[in-house]
Nanobody
Framework: QVQLVESGGGLVQAGGSLRLSCAASGGAFSRLRMGWFRQAPGKEREFVAAISWDGDSTYYADSVKGRFAISRDSAKNTVYLQMNSLKPEDTAVYYC????????????WGQGTQVTVSS
């Protein structure tokens, strides 16, 4: 089973940028679809972005399209989420994920990293 460890969260002002990283171990990372979800206080976990096993295809939630970019480095077993033009409504715990069914449903998660965007 793949273990996922996120990093890179923090506090940023609206309009700023952050890059999240997710280090994977214990599985065939290079063959896995990977992605990111987030959960804001009082809300359900929601899909953010996903990337195919080879990095050729990506998929985004409408709320982040054009502002966030997902990428992967198979040599480092790491997936990234570059977040630009951040808004207060992007505040959430961000989770790395795998075990996808389709593009927006996953079954394995990391422990999460907090992202807080101040206005």
């Amino acid at each position: 089973q793949v273990q996922l460890v996120e990093s890179g969260g923090g506090l940023v002002q609206a309009g700023g940028s952050l890059r999240l990283s997710c280090a994977a171990s214990g599985g065939a990372f290079s063959r896995l679809r990977m992605g990111w979800f987030r959960q804001a206080p009082g809300k359900e976990r929601e899909f953010v972005a996903a990337i195919s096993w080879d990095g050729d295809s990506t998929y985004y939630a409408d709320s982040v399209k054009g502002r966030f970019a997902i990428s992967r480095d198979s040599a480092k077993n790491t997936v990234y989420l570059q977040m630009n033009s951040l808004k207060p409504e992007d505040t959430a715990v961000y989770y790395c994920a795998t075990g996808f069914r389709g593009w927006s449903t996953a079954s394995s998660w990391g422990q999460g990293t907090q992202v807080t965007v101040s206005s």
